[in-house]
């Protein structure tokens, strides 16, 4: 990168997307994180990637797997943008068939398939049912809005119509089983199997995805398997791209201020949503993007809980708007919203968006009351699509393409688009872009390769009992299971940490020790607080974070790295203000309950 002039805003962070006076923590002058001294300190890599979503993170870990020097660097904390308010599917996405995207949804059902076996900790299959109001509605319109991608008056799909896409679907699926087949259940056998949906049905269709019940700790095993290959594969978060400088990129340390220059023979954007605003700080303007805004609730809904009869239920809205009733840990989450959004300000879910949820919830279970007071967690994001002009949200692409640019000699490729199904798939072709920028040769497929915890994972019940009997020592078989379930054979590390002293339970959230969330703080990058409840652990999720909780949490924080007390009274506060404003939680109320199976 020679002889390019000083961007004028090198100084500003380029990554726009959490700009809102809570969440954006003061810097605050600390000795710097190692995993930012292993940056600065050798300020040159093969590959720089810019963005630590899920996308930027398979694309590290393929590189480094392929041997490559290459460094990761993420403004916020690892996965916390768009990849943190995912619907927690892994899916194919039957329903872009009908904007004629076959190439992605059978690539998507491929890597549904896979991921299943490679990362069957967190990936699991997942039943899912459509109830269906008419037998013909939409036959004719379909190809009309397959042609012209507009939305036209919403027309509600029928059997006919679904069948056909499920046929399509199922033939995708070729590995010999990863999941059932469909099939279609009238209207009294429909209502035998799940009494409480809405009477009005004509038939429902049921298939199988898969469920993601973790997608942060899925994504943080994706990014410790790059991690792990060696000392060439460096990561850090809260460490931003601000700006290039001559033949450097500028990097800044989000908690110190201090920059430095860094150089790469290949930069990497992949920012997601914020792909054209990191371009632009980089002084290569670009207008790729225009994604939409989707929103979630999840719901402490015990009659709602038990009505979905352990499946998801997914379906068209009056307004032709897919969405999904999903029981999830215990809890019900209910999505998702498709609006556009300014990938500049913070998405939110707003009120008008929860009475949405509402009006769904009733359209699909009528006899079953849901109000505010139980939702726990309210989430949102903003999905990476490309810029789509008048074309209707719902039939933007999730496909996604790398375009290539240049900065002052350097290639430049930023990825456009894209979903967490394919993050594997997604990073193979960005490394294999890379490869031959570099004039390297893959020496490693991921096609089957076990992601993190997911290695040597017991997946029938009779091998789970001996892999959880044959480490019952220390730990009851119960707890031995959670942990199992929670972080795959990598529990090891902290079932190792019970054999070296008896586990101390929080007292607010019982399901967690206080070595555990030790281990993760030592062992995972948390810088602060939010780190840790919202993407090191489902406490913010399912509904646990009561302010005694963060006082706790923050207590043990402070203990690993350092906080002194005005410090840790600050995260605690900060923290509080963030579950507010941004998830609408209520800190308030007294410590829920513990539900079964929350894990």
Known sequence: MRGHERNPNADVPIDRRKEHTVVRPTPRPSERRATVSAIAERPNAQVLVIGAGINGIATFRDLALQGIDVVLVERD??????????????????????????????????????????????????????????????????????????????????????????????????????VPRHRFLGRTRSLEELPRLNAGLKYTATYYDASMHDPERLALDVLRDGVETGPTARAANRLSAVGADGGSIVLRDEETGETFPFTADVVVNASGPWTDLTNAGLGKPTSYMGG??????????????????????????????????????????VGTTDLEADPTKPAVCTEEEVDYFFDLVKHVFPDIAVDRSQIVYRFSGIRPLPGHGDTAPGF???????????LAGTPVLSLVGGK???????????????????????????TSLPIGGGRDYPTTPAARRVWVSSRADALSTER??????????????????????????????????????????????????????????????????????????????AGVLGWDETTTDAEVERMAALLVERHGVDLDASTRKETNGVR
């Open 77 to 178: 904390d690892f996965v916390s943008g768009a990849s943190s308010a995912s619907s927690h599917m892994i899916h194919g996405g039957v329903r872009y068939l009908e904007n004629g995207e076959f190439r992605l949804v059978r690539e998507s059902v491929q890597e549904r398939n896979r991921l299943i076996k490679t990362a069957p900790h967190y990936v699991k299959p997942l039943r899912t049912t459509i109830p269906i109001y008419s037998t013909f509605s939409g036959i004719l319109s379909a190809p009309l809005r397959f042609l012209t991608h507009k939305a036209g008056k919403p027309t509600e799909r029928g059997a006919a119509l679904i069948k056909v896409g499920m046929v399509l679907y199922d033939s995708f699926s070729r590995d010999g089983g990863s």
């Open 292 to 333: 939409t805004k989707g929103s979630h609730i999840v719901l402490d809904h015990p009659e709602l809980l038990e009505a979905t009869g352990g499946r998801e239920i997914f379906f068209e809205h009056e307004d032709g708007r897919i969405v999904l009733i999903y029981p999830l840990k215990g809890m019900v989450m």
């Open 396 to 406: 933007v692409s999730r496909d996604y393409r790398i375009v290539e640019g240049d």
């Open 420 to 446: 967490w199904t394919t993050f594997r798939a997604l990073g193979e072709h960005l490394a294999n872009e890379v490869l031959g920028k570099l004039g390297r040769e893959r020496t490693v497929s991921t």
């Open 480 to 557: 031995v299971d959670e942990l199992l379930e929670r972080y795959g054979t990598r529990a090891d590390a902290f079932i190792a940490l019970a054999d070296e002293a008896d586990e101390q339970p929080l007292e607010t959230v019982p399901s967690y020790s206080r070595e555990e969330i030790a281990h993760i703080v030592r062992t995972e990058q948390v810088v602060h607080l939010d780190d840790l409840l919202l993407r090191r652990t489902s406490i913010a999720f399912t509904g646990r974070a009561s302010r005694a909780a963060l006082h706790e949490l923050a207590e043990i924080t």
